[in-house]
């Protein structure tokens, strides 16, 4: 089966500007995340889909950080404006659904390096 | 904040070897994962242990879990130069309502 697609694969922007990711989930997942992972430390919830509606973002800086699923499937994460400390690889997972013991399936990732 | 701490951080084998990476959590889990991560790539799920488990085995990986110490270890015998990697403990609470926790790795060097 195809896995998690996400692109790009790297990103490099000037800080103040506005960046976009894009993830396609396994097939028939219904939970999307996207995590934040800073180089040298473990991936970080920035929020959580069960298909088009959000589960937890309690961790989303909201003033520059917004992310859809619109139709339960591929998903967007945006930055704008973006900080010098967001400079991480962003990383998309999906499961089949919200169960405590489901397993994540993760893409590649962005690399985003913010100069 | 991060729920689970690997220990060591950063751990250097000879092929052959076993590699014993170990975890510690604050909170009562539901279940407790580990993810391997290659350079540059997504993490993958290596086994589940449930709250109610010990120990559970997978091929050449053994995972022990103590809830009274707070503490999972991941033992990975026989090591071969395509497990260099990073391993992380992730942690479900035990409402089993919260997504997983991931701890900061330990980086795993296997050499030949």
């Known amino acids: 089966e195809a896995g998690v697609a996400q692109s790009p694969r790297y990103k490099i922007i000037e800080k103040r500007q506005s960046v976009a990711f894009w993830c396609n989930p396994i097939s028939g997942h219904a939970t999307l995340y996207w995590y934040q992972q800073i180089l040298g430390q473990g991936p970080k919830l920035l929020i959580q889909?069960?298909?088009?509606?959000?589960?937890?973002d309690s961790q989303l800086p909201k003033d520059r950080f917004s992310a859809e699923r619109l139709k339960g499937v591929d998903s967007t994460l945006k930055i704008q404006p973006a900080k010098l400390e967001d400079s991480a690889v962003y990383l998309c997972a999906s499961s089949l659904d919200l169960g405590s013991t489901e397993k994540l399936f993760f893409g590649s990732g962005t690399q985003l390096s913010v100069l | 904040s991060q729920q689970g701490e690997e220990d060591p951080q950063a751990l250097s084998i000879q092929e052959g070897e076993n590699a014993t990476m170990n975890c510690s959590y604050k909170t009562s889990i539901n279940n407790l994962q580990w993810y391997r991560q290659n350079s540059g790539r997504g993490l993958v799920h290596l086994i589940l242990?449930?709250?109610?488990?010990r120990e559970k085995h997978s091929g050449r990986l053994r995972v022990t879990l103590d809830t009274s110490k707070k503490s999972s270890s991941l033992l990975i015998t026989a090591s071969r130069a395509a497990d260099t990697a990073s391993y992380f403990c992730?942690?479900?609470?035990?409402?089993?309502?919260?997504?997983?926790?991931f701890g900061k790795g330990t980086r795993l060097s296997v050499i030949a």
């Open positions: 889909f069960q298909n088009n509606g959000v589960v937890d």
């Open positions: 242990i449930r709250s109610n488990e």
């Open positions: 992730a942690t479900v609470h035990i409402t089993g309502n919260t997504p997983l926790v």
